[in-house]
């Protein structure tokens, strides 16, 4: 049974910076791609970035490009997505997830195991 456990979520002022972790088990992720999602409150879930599976290719969401970074730790079994400069439209549950596909992807139904989500609020 493949797990995806999120971390570091939390509250953050505009402006300020986060990373989430997104630790796996029960599945080496590091022959797929894995990507990051999130859902606001009242909104669908909606991409966010992926990264393929050696992290030399990655893709991003306009509206988080430039600001967000994703990159992944094989021999830990971990991706991460680096968030700077957050507004408060960035808040939302975020979500990793991983595909069998090798390659960075977006489509939300190709990714097979959902993590539970941590929450990021950006307040002043």
């Given at each position: 049974q493949v797990q995806?456990?999120?971390s570091g979520g939390g509250l953050v002022q505009p402006g300020g910076s986060l990373r989430l972790s997104c630790?796996?088990?029960g599945r080496t992720v590091?022959?797929?791609g894995m990507g990051?999602?999130?859902q606001a409150p009242g909104k669908d879930r909606e991409f966010v970035a992926s990264i393929n599976w050696s992290g030399g290719t990655t893709a991003y969401a306009d509206s988080v490009?430039?600001?967000f970074t994703i990159s992944r730790d094989n021999a830990k079994n971990t991706v991460y997505l680096q968030m700077a400069s957050?507004?408060?439209e960035d808040?939302?549950?975020y979500y990793c997830a991983t595909t069998l596909f090798?390659?960075?992807i977006r489509e939300e139904d190709q990714f097979d195991y959902w993590g539970q989500g941590t929450q990021v609020t950006v307040s002043s």
């Open positions: 995806l456990v999120e630790a796996a088990s590091s022959n797929y990051w999602f999130r490009k430039g600001r957050l507004k408060p808040t939302a549950v090798t390659w960075a």
